[in-house]
């Protein structure tokens, strides 16, 4: 994949993406995260947002809005950063995005996630869901780069808009709902 600064991945960077993600699972490990499922479901996607399955698979609806965290990446980096090569602003994003992996998965933002939002029966992501959390975080900062911002933009707002017609929650949901619970949106949410 090219770039006006050339290949967006060589050997290097995916070297250091690699150990990015091989690091993440380490901590994840060692903070009690399961590999996969323990329900004992082993297909690759989990589309319940409201069953023990979610963020356990390789991919669930949540897996878009870590996409748009590569996408909303992009730009954030490209305001603060864009002199730096586009590879290296990738791998910011994904340490970012690994950063925040092992933060959602800590104590305290399981039990914030489980007070404050919809996710009253999270426990954590596994860690393939982490691994894969992160490459779709990567993924969206790569087709944000390629889209530019008026169609990253339309990306990201039809993405919102289909996550909140399907699953009721959205990136931007999920982030006021962290921040500030406001009752009426949890009610909608839970279709009471």
Not at 72 to 87: C, D, Q, S, T
Not at 122 to 145: H, M, R
Not at 147 to 155: G, P, V
């Amino acid at each position: 994949m090219q770039t006006e600064a050339g290949p967006l991945f060589t050997r290097k960077t995916l070297l250091i993406a690699s150990g990015i993600a091989a690091l993440s699972a380490v901590v994840l490990a060692w903070q009690g995260r399961v590999l996969w499922c323990q329900a004992g479901d082993y297909v690759p996607w989990s589309f319940d947002i409201w069953s023990t399955h979610n963020s356990q698979h390789l991919f669930d609806p949540y897996s878009f809005t870590h996409l748009l965290h590569g996408v909303a990446e992009f730009w954030i980096l490209f305001v603060l950063f864009g002199k730096v090569p586009v590879r290296w602003r990738l791998l910011i994003a994904i340490g970012i995005e690994a950063c925040w992996e092992i933060a959602e998965n800590s104590s305290f933002v399981i039990e914030r996630y489980r007070a404050a939002t919809i996710s009253l029966d999270y426990f954590g992501d596994s860690i393939l869901n982490s691994l894969s959390d992160i490459t779709f975080c990567a993924t969206g900062f790569v087709i944000a780069s390629k889209l530019r911002f008026w169609r990253s933009l339309a990306l990201f707002a039809a993405t919102e808009l289909i996550l909140t017609l399907t699953v009721r929650d959205s990136l931007l949901i999920n982030i006021l709902m962290l921040l500030y619970p406001i009752d009426a949106v949890k009610h909608w949410q839970m279709g009471v």
